[in-house]
């Protein structure tokens, strides 16, 4: 394993980054880093921001190097929406894709996806009969808060001892 790989966004992915690397004992670098430092085809772990379940980078990373993790990291609760990710990513069913829970920074969103984040939050808010879901989405985008802890690390660090076994 070259590394760890990651795009990130408002920077709870790279925190996990970070934190992986940190744990698992291996170099860090953000996609743009590891295009210049890694040879094509270097085996990483990959992280990315989701958005509407794409992993952001995923597709430019894999086109460089062989992924054999990816972590997406977005407002779902850590352990969910893997089918989701899986399915509007491609990705092959063999490929241990996880989900982690990042938090929000609306200060830190630029262009589309800051005009996006607000689209959303008036149109739940418009929602007439929410449902506990839509309580909660508003709640995770109206309340910056970072959800980024070595918990939610649990599942990939207990693959990662398997795989390295």
């Known amino acids: 394993m070259k590394g760890i790989v990651y795009t990130s966004n408002t920077g709870h992915t790279k925190k996990y ?3 992986l690397g940190e744990k698992l004992d291996l170099r860090v670098y953000s996609l743009s880093e590891a295009e210049v430092g890694l040879e094509k085809g270097s085996e990483i772990i ?4 989701l958005f ?16 054999t993790a990816v972590c997406g990291v977005g407002l779902c609760d ?23 829970q990042g938090g929000m920074d609306k200060e830190k969103l630029r262009g589309i996806n800051s005009f996006m984040i607000k689209m959303l939050i008036k149109m739940t ?6 449902t506990e879901d839509d309580r909660r989405m508003l ?10 802890g070595e918990e939610s690390l649990k599942a990939f ?7 390295k076994a």
């Open 52 to 67: 509407v379940n794409k992993v952001k980078g995923y597709e430019r990373a894999k086109k460089h190097f062989k992924i």
């Open 125 to 130: 808010e418009a929602k007439k009969d929410k």
């Open 139 to 148: 709640y995770l985008l109206t309340n910056d808060k970072d959800y980024v």
């Open 17 to 19: 980054a970070e934190m």
């Open 46 to 49: 990959y992280l990315g921001w």
């Open 78 to 100: 850590t352990g969910t929406a893997i089918d989701g990710v899986r399915k509007a990513n491609k990705m092959p069913r063999e490929l241990p894709v996880f989900t982690l």
């Open 157 to 163: 660090t207990e693959w990662y001892g398997n795989y």
